[in-house]
């Protein structure tokens, strides 16, 4: 069963607008890290936003926020006042376990292209 | 700037032809990752090291080993490349603190091609 579900594979969003990217996850563990990352075509991974299972509120960071609905399991990123430099792949990705035993998992990613 | 490191950007081998890609970080990190990511797939976790024990991942195939000489290195050694190994290999490193939180950092990556 997929841990991460990303079922958007591609997105449009017009520049200067809103755009919500879905995230659903699956996990036992109530200790859990939740991260979004952003993958443009050079290939680097940049972080975006975490939320861990046990903060109260949603998480900010300037233009990324997190929209986390823990019963619900999901774990959507909204990004306000898009730009054309957004476009790129993003990730949802989950850390569960501790110690040495914890990893990460990703989701299968979403393609967003911020329209001019 | 502290950072992590991948050398070469850009790799090609031949066929069964051994390679080893390298990863260094000046982050003082705990905690090093492989990635292997193929084209317009989410990255999947090979091995990683916390500290010095090695955690291989269960489908990680033999092909692949890793080794930590310290904390700031990590190389990733592909014994004998075959077609299907062609892809990008992220290298990440975090600093576990026991906590949920731990932001992975990425490094470039290298993107290996087999011909």
């Known amino acids: 069963a997929q841990k991460i579900t990303q079922t958007q594979p591609g997105m449009f969003v017009q520049e200067k607008e809103a755009v919500t990217l879905d995230c659903t996850y699956d996990?036992?563990?109530?200790?859990?890290?939740l991260f979004w990352y952003k993958q443009p075509s050079s290939g680097e991974m940049i972080f975006l936003i975490y939320?861990?299972?046990?903060?109260?509120q949603n998480a900010t960071e300037g233009r990324y926020s997190l929209n986390f609905q823990k019963a619900r399991k999901s774990a959507n990123l909204v990004i306000s006042a898009s730009q054309l430099g957004d476009s790129a792949m993003y990730f949802c990705?989950?850390?569960?376990?501790?110690?040495?035993?914890?990893?990460?998992?990703f989701g299968t990613g979403t393609r967003l292209k911020v329209l001019a | 700037d502290a950072m992590v490191i991948q050398n070469p950007r850009y790799q090609v081998t031949q066929f069964g032809k051994p390679v080893t890609l390298s990863c260094s970080q000046t982050?003082?990190?705990?905690?090093m990752y492989w990635y292997q990511q193929k084209s317009s797939q989410a990255p999947k976790l090979l091995f990683h090291?916390?500290?010095?024990?090695?955690?291989n991942e269960a489908d990680t195939p033999d092909n692949f080993q890793s080794r930590r000489p310290n904390t700031s290195f990590c190389f990733l050694d592909i014994r004998s490349p075959g077609l299907g190994d062609a892809a990008m290999y992220l290298c990440?490193?975090?600093?576990?603190?026991?906590?949920?939180?731990?932001?992975?950092?990425f490094g470039p990556g290298t993107r290996l091609t087999v011909l």
């Open positions: 982050l003082n990190h705990n905690v």
């Open positions: 996990t036992s563990d109530p200790s859990y890290g």
């Open positions: 990440a490193t975090s600093s576990d603190t026991g906590g949920a939180y731990n932001e992975q950092f």
């Open positions: 990705a989950m850390r569960e376990g501790s110690g040495g035993t914890y990893k990460y998992i």
């Open positions: 090291y916390y500290d010095k024990d090695f955690n």
């Open positions: 939320q861990g299972s046990y903060d109260q």
